[in-house]
């Protein structure tokens, strides 16, 4: 189970770099808005996470951040699914 979630991770850096790339190539209209939504989740998703870690090093006040660390990956999960219809719009229209 755990590598199986793990392998998610180089799919959805692969998928953000490939959008990153779409949406600078000039696309418009639904895919150009997907693009900015799917990276927008993924830096909100993974916010909460950095944010406690810096402010909270050694766990004192967060203790165990399971929570914050579900929700990372939850978000980066909606955002890779949101990034790939901004990629399959962006590639279905030309």
Partial sequence: MTLALM?????????LIAGA???LRGATGA?????IAGFALFVV???PLLVG??????GSVI???LGLG???WGGSALAL????AGLVTRWARG
């Fill in 7 to 15: 392998s998610l991770v180089p799919l959805l850096s692969l998928a």
């Fill in 21 to 23: 790339l779409v949406a």
């Fill in 31 to 35: 895919a150009r808005a997907l693009l």
């Fill in 45 to 47: 998703a993974w916010a």
């Fill in 53 to 58: 870690m810096a402010l909270d090093p050694d």
């Fill in 63 to 65: 203790g165990n951040a």
């Fill in 70 to 72: 579900l929700l990372a």
């Fill in 81 to 84: 699914a949101v990034l790939l």
